[in-house]
């Protein structure tokens, strides 16, 4: 039997994002339409709409509905803007963001993933992300300064080419250390100074290619 995905969604919606203290109707409304099953292996699907991590590719897993909108929400993209997605992966969080802003930078180091990201988006109909490969602890340059920027998936240290890459005014957020200690945060640009603070602690799994330096030990 074909699962009810429309369904699945919808609950997901109501069991899952709505008691995680998200409260945002835009980004709500986003992840009662896009729909999660058409970004993750074949296998996969009916395991769509599940509270939890899915593994898309080798070591990259789709973050959790849940986690991701909280996320989400705390960037705030509004549909004037134009938002950089650092670990596009599969694809799901640029269709969450293309419903919220004007335009998506969506930008993977995986070049199979790229291409699958761009083949999905553009069959949905997406039209307002554009999926770039690339080294993703540089970010992408090419079309910044972003309004937003927004990093999926667990990072050791965030790079300044990337922090450049932010509109004065600009939010950036990513989870930053590891495992249930890692930290949610949000790097705000004013008046041309960076500053940071700490949201909620937030599990995620790890970024490729943004692994903390070694500390050197006497």
């Given amino acids: ?25 835009a980004v709500i409304d986003a ?94 109909g997406y039209g307002n992300v554009a999926v770039v490969e690339g080294d993703m602890a540089l970010g992408y340059a090419a079309e910044g300064p972003y309004d937003q920027i927004l990093v999926d998936g667990a990072i050791g240290r965030l790079p300044t080419a990337i922090t450049d890459q932010l509109k004065e005014g600009g939010r950036l957020v990513a989870v930053e250390g590891s495992g249930n200690s890692a930290s949610a945060r949000v790097w705000l640009r004013e008046e041309g100074r960076l500053s940071s603070r700490h949201l909620f602690n937030c599990a995620l799994a790890p970024l490729p290619g943004f692994e903390k330096a070694p500390e050197f030990v006497f």
């Fill in 1 to 25: 039997m074909t699962p009810d995905y429309a369904y699945a969604r919808q609950n997901m919606v109501d069991c899952q994002i709505r008691t995680y203290n998200v409260t945002n109707n």
């Fill in 31 to 124: 992840f009662a339409e896009v729909p999660r099953e058409a970004f993750v292996p074949e296998e996969l699907k009916p395991l769509a709409y599940i509270d939890t991590e899915l593994t898309v590719a080798d070591g990259r897993e789709l973050t959790a509905p849940a986690t991701l909108a909280k996320l989400v929400q705390a960037v705030g993209p509004k549909p004037d803007e134009i938002i950089l997605l650092i670990g596009c992966a599969t694809g799901y969080g640029a269709a969450i963001l293309s419903m919220l802003a004007s335009s998506v930078v969506a930008l993977e180091g995986d070049h199979a993933m790229t291409e699958q990201a761009s083949a999905t988006l553009g069959e949905l």
